[in-house]
Structures are given as structure tokens and as C-alpha cells.
């Protein structure tokens, strides 16, 4: 079982999200909280394996939870689902730690299958929130990373790790083994200097880099 706890101001939106998650066999809501002071405690009661975490809450603000759980070294995976897709929230998001992004114009099929997702331990991204920061990407100039320079292949690879793809889900797109795309993954994350999957896609985010610069798409050759 998936356990889940659901912080949000909002008691509707608790109460029907807890009603949606509910009618899945595998994931059950353990606990609802209604501040980010009231959610860092239940997370630190209950260890949930999920927290559902809305950024506008009164007194400590969703990211200001995620940034406290990390401080506390705490397992729990942060699942945000806000109304804001501003740039600074997803880059602040991603850099504190959190697992997954998720738009509140999500359907229910997405908040669920982004739960399930997360628990696995794979970076979510809204689909609205991906093609807003390609379009970022496409208008800006780009940077390239400072530890070290990334070949093209790692560059198409980090941008599907932006996208919340699974080392499984790239594999497929790009035309790879499973183990080759794990080495990318690793080559990205030495040459970024970083230690993480969430920690490569916040660099990214912060400098602006593109994996597909220069090309159309992943390349399959």
C-alpha cells in the first residue's frame, strides 16, 4: 500500500481527494492536514510514503514543508499540486527536493497515477509545466553545465529526465537498452555534479540547459 497524507487548506479539496485516492486498492490516505506546520507533523506521526502538498498554505507555504521534511532527512516523497506554474516555484520546488509537480487542472486518473509514480521514486512533472519550460529553453539562450560538458546524448537524455521520463521510458523513446540509458543517467549526473536524478533536472532548471539543443528530438541512431 501506497500510505498518503493530503495537506491542503482547502477541506473540499482534502475531502475529495482523499475520495479519489480512496477508490484505488493500492494507496490509502493515513492522515489530512490543513497547514504546512499541521502536515510536517503528521508526516513526522505517520511516514507516509507520499505527502500531497498544495504551495499556498496559510503560515509555512508548501515548498517551506518540502524544505522542512528535507531538513529532517525525513523519507516521505513530496507530491505538489499547486494552481501556480510559475518558473520560480517549480525550479525552488525541485531544488529543495520535491519528487513531482502536479497542475490542480490535473485530472484524477493523473493525481493517481502521479502518486503511484512518485512512490516509485520517479520524478513527475505536469505535461503543462514540460512544455512551458521547453518553450523556455527554445526563446533563451542556453547554457551549458559547468562540471564538465555533456555530449549530445546525455543532452537528450536530461531532457527527458526534465520531462519526468523513467530510465524505462527512455530507454523506449530513444531506441536504447535499459543499461545504456543508465549509463547516460550516470554520466549526467558526474558531469552536473550532482548526486540525483531530482538534483540534475533542478540544475537544469536553474542554468537553463536543453537537451535536445540543436535537434528536433532525442536522436535514435
Known sequence: MIR????DDHVLVREGTAQLLAREDDIEVVGQA??????VEL???????????????????????ARELASRASEV???????????????EALDIGVRGYLMKTASGRELVESVR???EGVLVLDSAISARLA?????????RPGPGTLT?????????????????????EMGLGLRTVE??????????????????????????LTATEGSDGPRRD
Do not use: F
Open 34 to 39: 490543513g497547514t504546512g506546520e499541521e502536515g
Open 117 to 119: 509514480a512518485v512512490a
Open 4 to 7: 498518503t497524507v493530503i495537506v
Open 135 to 143: 518553450r523556455r529553453w527554445r526563446d533563451g539562450p542556453a547554457a
Open 77 to 91: 516523497r513530496v507530491l505538489v499540486v499547486s494552481a501556480y506554474d510559475d518558473y520560480a516555484y517549480v525550479a
Open 183 to 208: 549509463g547516460h543517467v550516470s554520466g549526467v549526473l558526474a558531469k552536473l555534479g550532482v548526486t540525483s536524478r531530482t538534483e540534475a533536472v533542478a540544475y537544469s532548471l536553474r542554468h537553463r
Open 43 to 65: 508526516c513526522a506521526q505517520l511516514a507516509p510514503d507520499v505527502a500531497l502538498v498544495d504551495v499556498n498554505l496559510p503560515g509555512m507555504s508548501g515548498l517551506g514543508l
Open 152 to 172: 549530445d546524448r546525455e543532452h537528450d537524455v536530461l531532457g527527458l529526465l526534465v520531462q519526468g521520463r523513467s530510465n524505462k521510458q527512455i530507454a523506449a
